[in-house]
């Protein structure tokens, strides 16, 4: 398996894994209408001007990406996806440490994910993201927003 730079000819197939991952929360949420179920070509392609993409390739099939924006303190990383034949074998923890190890020096790195998501929650813990605050969102979902702090190179 093989971490990269995702280019834009990478996104549609970015976008099917995504709404192929997300189904699995989409079903603890008992809501399929979560924005990585509804995003479109068009807004992920507008995501991609402004976030670093990477992608996990296994026998030239991309099995997982994950993707983030940076500002001047901090790098905040979103929607980490893994092709569900694929889960469980240290894939979404290679491509975090891979952004984590992407060019930018930032003092802190921010994620977010449901509260219902155990499996999420766990692997950012093991990768030392501590909580730091929660949203709900509405009666079926709230969101706990993780970071970890210090001189990280990101």
Excluded: W
Excluded at 66 to 80: N, Q, T
Excluded at 108 to 132: A, D, H, M, Q, W
């Amino acid at each position: 398996m093989e971490i990269m730079l995702a280019d834009i000819e990478d996104l549609e197939q970015i976008l099917y894994l995504q709404k192929l991952a997300y189904q699995s929360e989409a079903k603890i949420y008992e809501d399929y209408s979560i924005p990585p179920m509804t995003q479109s070509i068009e807004e992920i392609r507008d995501e991609f001007t402004s976030h670093v993409f990477l992608k996990a390739v296994y026998e030239k099939n991309l099995i997982g990406s994950v993707r983030a924006y940076f500002d001047d303190k901090s790098c905040f990383i979103g929607r980490l996806i893994v092709h569900p034949e694929f889960q469980g074998n240290g894939i979404g923890t290679k491509l975090m440490n891979a952004m984590e190890d992407h060019p930018s020096e930032v003092q802190r790195v921010e994620l977010f994910t449901g509260t219902k998501s155990i499996r999420n929650i766990c692997l950012y813990k093991r990768l030392g993201y501590k909580p730091f605050k929660e949203q709900v969102v509405n009666k079926s979902l709230s969101l706990i927003y993780m970071e970890k702090r210090g001189d990280t190179r990101i």
